[in-house]
């Protein structure tokens, strides 16, 4: 599933920019199906809380994102990117929650974390995978070739997903309201009101942080890749070569993040990935050549493998119980997303006053905000941050 939630996303810039796309521009394209993603994630995540067709929520939107993709191929038209970028945001905000939805109502809070570990691993092994063979097929054959493997993981994400027994999710597990092992006979709990997202402290933290952070890392592969790629011999086979650095050091990062969390709790895990920000925005402004992609990729591997793993996990540790877990999921994607959305133009615009060594710097700055605002609600984070995979977990009291 991992390519076709994208779809072409990473090559994108690069596409576009050998279409004769401004940076500019390429960046306010992206930012349109930013914030589209972004308002649907809440949305999107109730509709998972309450609906019991989880399967075909991400059987559908994945089917639209192969579609909105294809549309790039036969027209570079302004309307029609903005417009293909707007499908695929929305077709995707449904398919994170999702996935999580299905995983709690699988394995429980109590088996959540580790495997969220391993399915990120196997995410991110996803995208490595893809990410070559998009690279290889590019360098062959043309951009075509990437959006030909986009359309066939689709269909074999479709296949996998089909593969996964209805019957097997617990729907009220997937939504936080788990009944008690010991108690056969207890009734299905009720949600609690979509106010108790504006009123637990932790999970306002966490959402706050983490728009900080992504208002400096949106922006900075997709920017760094066309930085270089002006003196790289293709820029196909360069961004694939980006991506595949970075994820596969998320596989590592995932599973070492999993176990961090379990014997550390997520505290120490979230805050490691804010400073890795500004040391990658550091080295990616001193070293814009081909080999600086491996320190600034790997570190970029490290914050999004930890993050993968530790931003769900603690998601669904502080709302269980209230069942609302996953349009906390798309709560807190949709404040992430804000910083998401406008790093790309915010980026863009730096790099055409003041040029990418300077706008490198200034993205990764972004997460200091991010760092002070973890540190200093450390006392209120912290108990939140501490479950264990095996503890009775209650909601957290606003």
Known sequence: ?????????PFLGVFLQGKGWATGAIGSVMTIGGIAGMLMTAPAGALIDSTKQKRWYVIVSGIFTVLASSLIWFSQATWVVALSQVATAIAGA???PAVAGITLGIVRQKGFNRQNGRNQAWNHAGNMVGAGLSGLLGWKFGFGAVFLLAALFGLLAIVSVLLIPEKEIDH??????????DDEDAEDGKAEGFKILLHNKPLLILAASLAFFHLGNGA??????LAVAKTHV?????????????????????ICGMRMAEGRGYWLVILLTFLILPVRGVLASCFITSWGVFPVQVLDGIAAGLQSVAVPGLVARILAGTGRVNVGQGAVMTVQGVGAA???AIGGWIVH???????????GGFALGSVALW?????ILKPACAGRPDAKLKPLAA
């Open 353 to 363: 006053f003041l040029g990418y060594p300077v706008t490198f710097l200034i993205l």
């Open 94 to 96: 449904a398919i994170g």
């Open 172 to 181: 009220q597990a997937a939504r936080g309201l788990e009944k008690d092992e």
């Open 220 to 225: 900075l592969l997709p920017l760094y890749t």
């Open 375 to 379: 540190i200093g609600a450390a006392s």
């Open 234 to 254: 293709n820029p196909a086979l360069f961004a694939a070569e980006m991506i595949v650095v970075a994820q596969a050091v998320m596989i590592v990062t995932a």
């Open 1 to 9: 599933m991992a390519d076709m939630q994208a779809g072409i996303g």
């Open 342 to 344: 406008l790093s790309p």
